[in-house]
């Protein structure tokens, strides 16, 4: 069972680790035309605002 439900062929390759933002880095082919990502509720340190 696939993790990431944007899951697809290529991520069966090892993809490079690319820095989003200071401190915060992926590992995801689909990563490099990222922006921020939405916060999830209730995840601390997530950026969500209460």
């Known amino acids: 069972m696939e993790r990431c439900p944007n899951a ?6 090892r993809p490079p680790v690319i820095e989003l933002s200071p ?22 340190g997530s950026g969500s605002v209460e």
């Open 8 to 13: 697809f062929a290529r991520c069966s390759e």
């Open 23 to 44: 401190g915060h880095r992926s590992m995801c082919w689909l990563a490099d035309g990222m922006q921020e990502t939405p916060a999830v509720a209730g995840v601390e």
